[in-house]
């Protein structure tokens, strides 16, 4: 039976064949014959059978329920929480083998109240960081109460509680703290939460509850655009991560809105006051404007009055050289000659810075017109040294010229470089040393382009000097001559034939000016 080998089926048939078979034992040992029933016999057999019956059923009875304890009571022991039974004094009648971990962290374990009441209880005991829940429940068994306690270690859990607990205050700390309003939509768009600075920001009265009002309303009564819709604003920020417009509100105020998915489906949007910086903005803007109309008005007066200034002083030149050359008769007079020549020469240095605000006024309007053509810097800079030959020996200067003979040609605008050289060159002619030097130089390398270099033993610069020489009208060593254009209009020349210029010198150890175009790609 215990086994299960016989079933009841098995049993009942084995007690059905049994009177059977005491009946014809019974023919066999008393030697009856020709009897067919006997009735006491038969009844005899019957009981038997009953009886039988009744003991099988009663032994598989105590079998099952030996099994079945045996079964609860091993699971019983294998739990992780404890499993206690008590009496109503706190007495343990039973536990299981995590319980007894357990019990010397719990308080008795009593029965208070009416016995009758046996509704499930919880308790919470904390004790030096550790926690343990107990539920209970008290049964009436067979006129006595006891009570079964289930005891779980619920510390990691708490930790856990509490650890989330003070991030969310952190977080709640930190969103009320901010200066911009954040508001956060649920899958259904309407607000589920927002902090205090959301009114603030988009100028909402307090009287309004903000929590659970649709994305659709709450953009209507902050903003005076018509609100898109949240089902189209969740969409575009899925496919592009991040949201972000400039909006005013109905009070003035820009707000930048920037707007993120959440994995709940729904919206996370921060709105930033930023009405300060498009003040800014605009305050910068209007600056610019009207820096470039005092720029454009500076550049049309220069312009005209070069203009205005270089009719006259041709005129002077004109006849001055007609004097000089004694073209209506000779002077008689040296002295008078002497001033002819006085006239020529300074008229020669006005036309020349009258020719010098009419290029830097049309370089910086752009207006000086840049034709790049294929030219050979050696032929270019031998021609220029040639021009100044009678200034260099006037100034008892050398002009030196060392330039390769296999330099491909360098594409550039011919009148841009003469004036870019001519300016350079004179800088040297007058910054330089009597019985001194001027040379130029002409290379290029692959990868690097062209480089012109204009180099002479003058007084040089000091570093904080080089840092000024492209300032218009500032002069080096503070002398007089010119009007300090040159480095200034040399700069914006070079820069708009897409070359750099870069300079490098010492106090009394001369100045090289370099100049590097690049080889000839799209756009030269």
Request: include cysteine; charge should be negative.
């Amino acid at each position: 039976l215990t086994t299960g080998a016989w079933s009841p089926a098995a049993v009942l048939a084995a007690l059905l064949l049994a009177p059977i078979g005491i009946y014809h034992y019974a023919q066999y040992r008393f030697r009856v014959d020709n009897l067919l029933f006997d009735p006491t016999l038969t009844a005899a057999a019957l009981a038997v059978v009953a009886l039988t019956w009744g003991v099988y059923l009663l032994v598989a009875q105590r079998v099952a329920l030996f099994h079945e304890r045996s079964f609860i009571g091993r699971t019983v022991s294998l739990m992780s929480e404890g499993l206690i039974v008590t009496d109503r004094s706190g007495g343990i009648v039973s536990a299981n083998a995590a319980a007894a971990e357990m019990v010397g962290r719990l308080p008795p374990l009593r029965r208070e109240g009416d016995a009758e009441d046996i509704a499930p209880a919880s308790l919470l005991v904390e004790d030096d960081g550790e926690a343990l829940e107990v539920r209970s429940a008290w049964i009436a068994d067979r006129g006595r109460t006891l009570g079964v306690h289930l005891v779980r270690d619920v510390t990691k859990l708490k930790q856990a509680e509490d650890a989330a607990l003070r991030a969310s205050q952190r977080l709640a700390s930190a969103t009320e703290s901010m200066p911009d309003g954040l508001a956060l939509f649920g899958a259904d768009g309407r607000i589920v939460f927002h902090n205090p600075a959301l009114r603030t920001v988009t100028g909402l009265p307090e009287r309004d509850d903000l929590i659970g009002c649709s994305y659709a309303t709450f953009m209507a009564a902050a903003f005076a655009e018509r609100p898109p819709a949240f089902s189209e604003r969740l969409a575009r920020s899925r496919e592009e991560r991040q949201l972000e417009d400039e909006r005013q509100t109905r009070l003035g105020a820009w707000i930048l809105a920037r707007e993120r998915p959440t994995s709940d489906g729904g919206l996370v949007a921060v709105f930033t006051d930023i009405t300060a910086i498009k003040r800014a903005e605009a305050d910068l803007r209007q600056a610019r404007q009207a820096a470039e109309a005092a720029n454009e008005a500076k550049n049309r007066f220069l312009a005209t009055i070069s203009h205005e200034l270089r009719t006259p002083l041709n005129a002077i030149l004109g006849f001055a050289d007609a004097i000089d050359q004694g073209m209506f008769g000779p002077l008689e007079n040296a002295r008078y000659r002497e001033y002819v020549r006085y006239i020529m020469g300074s008229g020669s240095e006005l036309l020349d810075l009258v020719e010098n605000l009419l290029d830097v006024a049309s370089a910086e309007a752009a207006e000086f017109r840049i034709d790049l053509n294929p030219l050979d810097v050696g032929e270019l800079i031998a021609g220029m040294a040639l021009t100044f030959e009678p200034q260099a020996q006037k100034a008892g200067i050398r002009i030196e010229v060392d330039a390769a003979s296999d330099m491909p040609p360098c594409r550039l605008d011919l009148r841009a470089i003469g004036r870019i050289l001519s300016n350079l060159i004179s800088n040297s002619l007058k910054y330089g040393r009597q019985d001194g030097r001027v040379l130029l130089r002409g290379r290029y390398g692959p990868g690097i382009g062209h480089i012109i270099e204009v180099e002479d033993d003058g007084i040089g610069m000091s570093d904080a000097q080089i840092v000024r020489a492209f300032e218009p009208f500032w002069q080096a060593g503070g002398r007089s001559e010119g009007m300090g254009l040159g480095l200034p209009l040399v700069k914006t020349l070079v820069e708009r034939q897409g070359g750099q210029i870069a300079i490098e010198s010492a106090i009394d150890r001369g100045t090289i000016v370099s100049l590097r175009f690049p080889e000839a790609g799209p756009g030269r």
